[in-house]
């Protein structure tokens, strides 16, 4: 079992950052794909990013492809979400999420990953 922790988010103006970041516990992480996925009010969970379990390897949701970047700390057995050029559009719940297959494959599909976070609130204001 894995428990996940995200923290980071709040209310920011268009055009400001946030760092996400993603704590896991329970158990190492360090060899599991890793992913973000957000979801704002009304609509479904949709992907953000994800990366491999070696932090090697990552893939963007178009939307925030240039402007996020998700990295592992594995001395911290999580991973963060570095997000620039926020838009009002980026506002959402935004979840971690791990996929248990070990050295597993990245994937953008929610239905592949098997612990989520309780998600931290991110506003962009216009």
């Known amino acids: 079992q894995v428990q996940l922790v995200e923290s980071g988010g709040g209310l920011v103006q268009a055009g400001d950052s946030l760092r996400l970041s993603c704590t896991a516990s329970?158990?190492?992480?360090?060899?599991?794909?890793m992913a973000w996925f957000r979801q704002a009010p009304g609509k479904e969970r949709e992907f953000v990013a994800t990366i491999n379990w070696s932090g090697a390897s990552t893939d963007y949701a178009d939307s925030v492809k240039g402007r996020f970047t998700i990295s592992r700390d594995h001395a911290k057995n999580g991973m963060y979400l570095q997000m620039n050029s926020l838009k009002p559009e980026d506002t959402a719940v935004y979840f971690c999420?791990?996929?248990?297959?070990?050295?597993?494959?990245?994937?953008?599909?929610?239905?592949?990953?098997?612990?989520w976070g309780q998600g931290t609130q991110v506003t962009v204001s216009s």
């Open positions: 329970r158990r190492p992480v360090t060899n599991l794909p």
């Open positions: 999420a791990v996929r248990a297959r070990l050295y597993g494959e990245m994937t953008t599909d929610r239905r592949q990953y098997d612990y």
